[in-house]
């Protein structure tokens, strides 16, 4: 549901659109650049015509026969030279990538006799002499040739992404954006809505020292710049179905159980003119359906309601109250949901006004081991996204154009077991009390429920102007404005309310309430320089920020708050103050050849932690016996945190080795600064709790080395290995308050460890084979060195922190598409087949063993536990293993 925020942005939207005209948004387009000559003399042509066909985008050659275009939305495109006297020129697949440059040269013959153009097809360049730090451009035919079904699996085939890790940051560090407005969730600095692949035109991803214009991200940015409405009708539809197949029914319940809907796929895109408006009007919609029950069951052996007794020490009179019905319920399910809109309202010479919409909508479960014989007392997860934008660019001439954009973002969270929480199925909190040891829970419901609410409004300006064949020049500045409201309470159930489910009073003990208004002001400057000999990206950002919180003075005070409704006393109180932060950005690319190029940058880049930080618990609740739930945790936030910093160094060289082949070799290195992690406090010299700050601190070295071969004689591979240490001194923020509660504490790192994501060799590969419109053969693989983990026995360190590794990970992925013509339509089938060899990646251990497999618990002489469940059946965890192999067959029509 849109809620009253939207309404007032759509009213602004429509104001805003109806006083100027729009276009295109700065990071979304790029250039074209070269010269015209005469192809018998070498002279320089004056004035020659240069244009890209289907557009009204174009130039002019100047007295040196150089040209250049600029604002060109990413795509391949037909480019044509021509002057008087002489035949025109027309080059075939020009491909335009964001933020890159495309040299385009043309020679031009005198015209002896009347003949047709020359046709000429380009083809693009093994090495791209512009890029001053690591980015790749990935465009929707390349996604769709590859067994790629979402934007984060095209991110993670990159080298020195690990997981969603770029170059050994955290997950958080990254800023996603949909046509140039980013969709990342500012409560969990996480992408809560991506682009569908069916709808991108083009990816990139940026791992290295990204320009000025960038910002509010530590290690990368991924830009997905969806398809633009057409001049004609374009309709594309496909539907897949499948499910796991596996031999290994001991590790996965109901895996024998094949269902041809166990996974399914809906998808499709329609674009082209509305009828009626002629050229006024253009349209491009997207759609897709998703829904994957997982490959992890529990079995409804018991009803939350249920109540057992296992007090006797004699196991034949235990009492068990079991009524479930014992089916297979899928316990990490995905069922996603998403439709864009885009409306193109041609006004001026440019593409005109352009809409956008996107509406994203998720329902999932997170795995939880001990619910697996009473699934329906776990939580549901739900997660809502709108996008609404609207973009204009102001043209003043073939060399400078303003873009303004305005747009909203929404992003709706909730988590229950049941919607209402006065919903009778909630029972009392002890029913999850009635087993003890290593059991499964015979009954009982999680009694907590959270609701949180982002939006963010955005305005942004950028000025670009190419000031000669030298020099583009770009300034910008963008403000955002946050609202956020959040809600998390206990749902309490006792003989005190009867046994029915009631809630607290908001603002009490166990009913937080939370809203406020931080916003955010950024502005930037920076200058591309092109030189025949060298290229040079040089800027600076500013960027701004006002927390609208405030924060506990005195940690240690915190038990007097207790008996307080909020807002609490200033006295007790203090107000967070404004962080800000100039942060320079360089970049040199040195060709070294006509078929070589150096590259070396640097840059400092800043990043406001996600507010779940600042905010988290903002009653200052912490109880002295028992502990809140993960979301929870028992600490507070802190909304005076210090903005987290980064101080990048990267140098590479591309060589192409010879015609299609060709290699990247990139060494880089983060120093990372101001990391959140935990103070710790005791309240009443009892009970610990833990306040977030800046203490943490990491580094990160690595080599990445790219091997590609570009499609041609029917067949193209890429290679891609990452050698890299990432170090700090925690993996998570919460880390030093999870040792202080150990038993014994842990002492708090004092020097770097290896980091959870820390995979010190990893290889990503891409096989593509075959001829285009008749058939496709694809793989991916990918494999790499485990993880660290901590080895212990019976939770006592037998080691240093992360100090071993676990098992290394290999996965094979095939894509096999026939296509046929159909009534002079184009229709395909294709099969897609998942972790290809079943492999049993082993992602999560026994910290004992370091195996997935096996635990020392099994053979240690202990009790066996209270419940239902035998030890080995309680130590076999599905979910500690990667999924198992997953076949789905399609089909797709397009024309």
Do not use: C
Request: proline share 5%; hydrophobic share 35%.
């Amino acid at each position: 549901m849109i809620r009253n925020h939207f309404k007032s942005f759509i009213v602004t939207i429509s104001f805003f659109i109806f006083t100027i005209s729009t276009n295109s948004l700065a990071g979304t387009t790029g250039k074209i650049a070269g010269k015209v000559i005469d192809a018998v003399s070498g002279e320089p042509l004056i004035g020659a015509n240069v244009i890209i066909m289907g557009t009204t985008l174009g130039a002019a050659t100047d007295f040196d026969g150089n040209f250049f275009i600029i604002n060109i939305p990413p795509g391949k495109y037909e480019v044509k030279a021509s002057s008087i006297g002489y035949n025109a020129v027309l080059v075939q697949k020009v491909k335009v990538s964001v933020d890159q440059t495309t040299k385009l040269n043309f020679e031009l013959k005198e015209e002896a006799v009347e003949m047709g153009d020359v046709v000429v097809v380009a083809t693009r360049p093994i090495v791209q002499k512009d890029l001053t730090s690591t980015q790749s451009n990935i465009s929707g035919e390349d996604i769709a040739m590859l067994p790629l079904e979402t934007v984060q699996s095209v991110v993670n085939l990159q080298a020195g992404v690990i997981d969603g890790h770029f170059r050994g940051g955290r997950l958080n560090e990254v800023q996603y954006l949909v046509d140039g407005v980013s969709t990342n969730d500012v409560f969990t600095g996480l992408p809560s809505m991506e682009a569908e692949v069916n709808s991108i035109q083009e990816v990139q991803v940026l791992t290295g020292t990204f320009n000025a214009e960038y910002g509010d991200a530590l290690s990368g940015v991924v830009n997905q710049i969806t398809k633009i409405p057409g001049d004609n009708y374009k309709f594309n539809f496909s539907a897949y179905f499948g499910d796991y197949v596996s031999s290994r029914s001991d590790l996965y319940e109901n895996i024998s159980n094949i269902s041809p809907t166990g996974v399914s796929n809906l998808q499709g895109t329609f674009s082209g003119p509305i009828p009626g408006s002629g050229e006024l009007l253009k349209f491009f919609i997207s759609g897709r359906y998703f829904r994957d029950e997982g490959y992890i069951y529990g079995k409804r052996v018991f009803n939350p309601s249920d109540s057992s007794n296992f007090t006797a020490n004699d196991p034949a009179e235990w009492y068990v109250g079991a009524t479930g019905d014992n089916a297979f319920v899928p316990m990490a399910f995905n069922d996603r949901l998403s439709l864009q809109a885009k409306i193109a309202i041609k006004v001026g010479t440019g593409r005109g006004i352009v809409l956008n919409g996107l509406y994203s909508s998720k329902k999932f479960r997170s795995y939880d081991h001990l619910f697996k014989l009473n699934p329906d007392g776990d939580y549901k997860k739900f997660n809502d996204s709108y996008l609404l934008s609207a973009q204009y660019t102001q043209v003043f001439s073939n060399s400078t154009f303003l873009d303004l954009l305005a747009s909203a973002f929404e992003s709706d969270y909730k988590q229950y077991v049941f919607e209402n929480p006065l919903d009778p199925r909630y029972v009392d909190p002890k029913r999850k009390r009635d087993v003890s040891g290593n059991s499964f829970l015979t009954g009982g419901t999680q009694n907590w429920q959270f609701n949180r609410t982002s939006q963010t409004y955005t305005g942004k300006i950028e000025l670009t102007t190419q000031l000669n064949q030298i020099h583009q020049f770009k300034t910008g500045a963008e403000f955002k404005y946050h609202n956020i409201n959040y809600e998390d309470f206990q749902i309490v159930i006792n003989a005190a309310t009867g046994s029915k489910p009631t809630l607290p009073t908001p603002g009490s003990f166990n009913f937080n309430v939370y809203k406020t208004n931080p916003y955010q002001f950024a502005a930037y400057i920076q200058d591309k320089i092109e030189l025949d000999y060298l290229i040079v990206n040089v800027g600076v950002r500013f960027d701004y920020f006002q927390p609208d919180g405030k924060y506990l003075l005195d940690p240690n005070n915190i038990a007097v708050l207790d008996d307080m409704m909020p807002p609490f006393p200033d006295s007790l109180m203090g107000t967070a103050s404004i962080k800000s932060q100039f942060s320079p950005r360089l970049g040199i690319s040195y060709p070294i050849s006509d078929k070589g190029a150096i590259h070396i940058s640097y840059g400092r880049f800043f990043q406001i932690p996600p507010f779940e930080f600042l905010y988290r618990n903002p009653n200052f609740r912490v109880p002295l016996t028992g502990n809140f739930p993960e979301n929870i945790g028992n600490n507070i936030g802190n909304t005076d945190l210090q903005p987290q910093r980064t101080v990048m160094y990267e140098i590479g060289l591309q060589q192409q080795l010879f015609g299609d082949y060709g290699i990247t070799i990139t060494a880089y290195l983060k120093d990372i600064r101001n990391l959140l992690g935990s103070q710790i406090h005791v309240k009443n010299n009892f009970k610990k709790f833990s306040k977030l700050i800046n203490i943490d601190y990491g580094s990160v070295k690595g080599i990445t080395l790219s091997f590609e071969k570009r499609f041609s004689s029917g067949f193209s591979a890429t290679l891609d290995y990452t050698f890299q240490k990432a170090k700090g001194n925690a993996s998570d923020p919460n880390a030093a308050f999870d040792k202080a509660q150990a038993n014994p504490p842990i002492e708090i790192n004092k020097q770097l460890v290896p980091l959870d994501w820390d995979r010190t060799h990893a290889i990503n590969f891409t096989i593509t084979a075959g001829v285009p419109g008749d058939y496709i053969i694809s793989s991916i693989g990918r494999w790499g060195t485990g993880l660290p983990y901590t080895p212990s026995i019976q939770n006592q360190r037998t080691g240093l922190e992360n100090s071993d590794n676990r098992p290394s990970i290999f996965n094979i992925d095939l894509f096999i598409t026939k296509f046929f013509d159909l009534l002079g339509q184009q229709i395909s089938v294709f099969l897609k087949v998942f972790n290809l060899l079943d492999t049993a990646n082993e992602l999560q251990v026994f910290s004992d063993t370091g195996r997935a497999g096996y635990t020392l618990e099994l053979t240690r002489a202990q009790q066996q536990p209270r419940g239902v469940n035998t030890l080995r059946e309680f130590f076999t965890r599905p979910d500690f293993y990667s999924a198992p192999r997953q076949i789905v067959l399609g089909t797709s029509l397009g024309f």
